[in-house]
Nanobody, 117 residues
Framework: QVQLVESGGGLVQAGGSLRLSCAAS????????VGWYRQAPGKQREMVST???????IYTDSVKGRFIISRDNAENTVYLQMTSLKPEDTAVYYC???????????WGQGTQVTVSS
C-alpha cells in the first residue's frame, strides 16, 4: 500500500504561483508513476501532469509552459510548481500513484487551489 499526502494549496491571484507537494510513504518502490490530477466543480477529474519512475514527464496542453512537475527521491516527494495561474486552474488537486503491478491507483485526499481574477 501507498499513502499520499498533498499540501501547498491555497488562494492566489491570477498570475501568481503555488507549489504543491505530494509526500509518499509505504510501498513506494513499486510505484510506476506519480501524477497530479484536478477536479473543478461540475467537471470530471483530469490529468494535469505525470512523472514516471524513469523521469519522463507529460503535461496536459492547458498547463504546458506554466507548470513543472519534479521529484525529490530522498524526500519521497513529488512537486507541482504552478506559475502564471489562471482562474480556470481553480480546482481540487489530487496526487495519484500508479503501481507497477496491476496498474493499481492510490489517491491523496486532495488540496484546494483557488485562483481569483
Amino acid at each position: 500500500q501507498v499513502q499520499l499526502v498533498e499540501s501547498g494549496g491555497g488562494l492566489v491571484q491570477a498570475g501568481g504561483s503555488l507549489r504543491l507537494s505530494c509526500a509518499a510513504s509505504g510501498d513506494i518502490f513499486r510505484i510506476n508513476a506519480v501524477g497530479w490530477y484536478r477536479q473543478a466543480p461540475g467537471k470530471q477529474r483530469e490529468m494535469v501532469s505525470t512523472i514516471t519512475s524513469g523521469g519522463s514527464t507529460i503535461y496536459t496542453d492547458s498547463v504546458k509552459g506554466r507548470f513543472i512537475i519534479s521529484r525529490d527521491n530522498a524526500e519521497n516527494t513529488v512537486y507541482l510548481q504552478m506559475t502564471s495561474l489562471k482562474p480556470e486552474d481553480t480546482a481540487v488537486y489530487y496526487c495519484n500513484a500508479r503501481m507497477r503491478v496491476n496498474n493499481r491507483d492510490y489517491w491523496g485526499q486532495g488540496t484546494q487551489v483557488t485562483v481569483s481574477s
